[in-house]
């Protein structure tokens, strides 16, 4: 007896994971260091005492999408919500990619673009970002131009580089070919540039900006991702998704967060000013730092290998990014920047590592 064989085209795959080691300081997974705040924790207490939860959610999760829509100034018909960002970019890709078409990543970026790419039978194409790992707008235009993607997916800030896609960028991208634009922007608040600001522009009906509840607004553990987008995109991804994907949890959550945006935007204050200081303590040491505009920092060892570095930090009960084996990313690592407390036990066994 054996169970029948895997989809051929996916039998190398392997699921999405990072190591989890059981140390005192997690500074791997670029979640936010702080709980959400406790009014936003009691206020879903209550909603949840009174939530009917024998019932099914909202399909069409309106009362969230209104709410999203509210804060982001748009309409609630240019929202769609997913269990995470991660559900989005899948249902865009559902809709949009599938057999026969293409999405193009530059690497190195987020992986799960060209993870979800493969699993929804969309065929990747892959092109290297330069050593600044900055995108050249007239670069990628001309590879827009080569491979005609269905999809072209910009990360800003890029995970795990660090730097902000210039609106430049997005900009030629839109101009050179038909397919959509998505910019992740799961790390748009700890950064200045969005491509929000080309919405209502030249071919913006192709533009899709993702966010995600999971970094900037402390909700990891929630699952709640969103896509602003063109009413049409939006209406394609609502009719790949699964009925009620979005639980009534979810919905709760993501209301009662929009109630507590000043606690929220003070935690991405907090996080920015502790990235100034972490970087500026590593910018002493022997190592290449890329600057960065999200809540995590891309470095490279001078004279020693990335890994076992990373090994070393662990033994010192401390977990950080090894993307040291990531293409071109060579003894790369990425440390996510946590409390002022977890930043400096970082700081401190960085320091007797080097
Ligand atoms: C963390 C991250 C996400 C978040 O995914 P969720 O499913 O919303 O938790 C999305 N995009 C990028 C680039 C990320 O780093």
């Not at 929804?120 to 670069?139: E, I, K």
């Not at 540039?193 to 990891?220: D, M, P, Y």
């Not at 290998?305 to 090894?322: A, K, M, P, Y």
């Amino acid at each position: 007896m054996s169970v029948p064989s895997r989809r051929e085209d996916l039998v190398d795959l392997e699921g999405y994971h990072s190591a989890s080691v059981d140390v005192e300081v997690r500074l791997n997974t670029n979640e936010s260091p702080f709980p959400p705040p406790p009014a936003f924790v009691t206020a879903l207490q209550s909603a949840l005492a009174e939530g009917a939860l024998n019932r099914y959610p909202d399909r069409a999760a309106l009362e969230l999408r209104r709410a999203i829509a509210h804060y982001e100034g748009v309409s609630v018909e240019e929202i769609f919500c997913g269990s995470g960002s991660n559900e989005v970019l899948e249902c865009l890709l559902l809709a949009f990619g599938g057999s026969g078409r293409t999405a193009l990543v530059f690497e190195p970026t987020y992986a799960l673009h060209g993870h979800i790419s493969r699993i929804t039978q969309t065929s990747l194409t892959r092109r290297q970002r330069g050593s600044d790992f900055a995108l050249d707008p007239t670069q990628v235009a001309k590879d827009v131009i080569e491979v005609q993607p269905s999809l072209t997916f910009l990360c800003s800030p890029n995970n795990p580089t660090g730097n902000a896609e210039s609106n430049d960028v997005v900009h030629s991208a839109l101009e050179a070919g038909d397919g959509l634009i998505i910019v992740d922007e799961a790390y748009g608040q700890f950064s200045s540039e969005s491509a929000q600001e080309l919405r209502g522009g030249e071919n913006a009906e192709r533009l899709v900006i993702v966010k995600t509840f999971s970094k900037t607004w402390a909700l990891a553990g929630v699952r709640l991702g969103y896509a602003i987008g063109d009413p049409e995109v939006i209406a394609a991804c609502e009719a790949v998704a699964l009925p009620y994907h979005l639980s009534s949890l979810t919905q709760m959550a993501g209301i009662l967060a929009l109630a507590h945006v000043d606690e929220m935007d003070e935690r991405v204050r907090e996080i920015t000013k502790e990235r100034l200081r972490v970087s500026e303590a590593m910018s002493t040491m022997a190592l290449r730092l890329w600057p960065s505009e999200a809540n995590f920092i891309l470095f490279k060892p001078s004279d020693r290998s990335g890994h076992d570095v990373w090994e070393r930090l662990v033994e010192r009960s401390v977990l950080i990014r090894d993307c040291s084996s990531w293409s071109g990313l060579e003894d790369c690592l990425r440390v996510t920047i946590g409390t002022a407390n977890e930043n400096d036990r970082f700081l401190k066994a960085l320091e007797e590592v080097l």
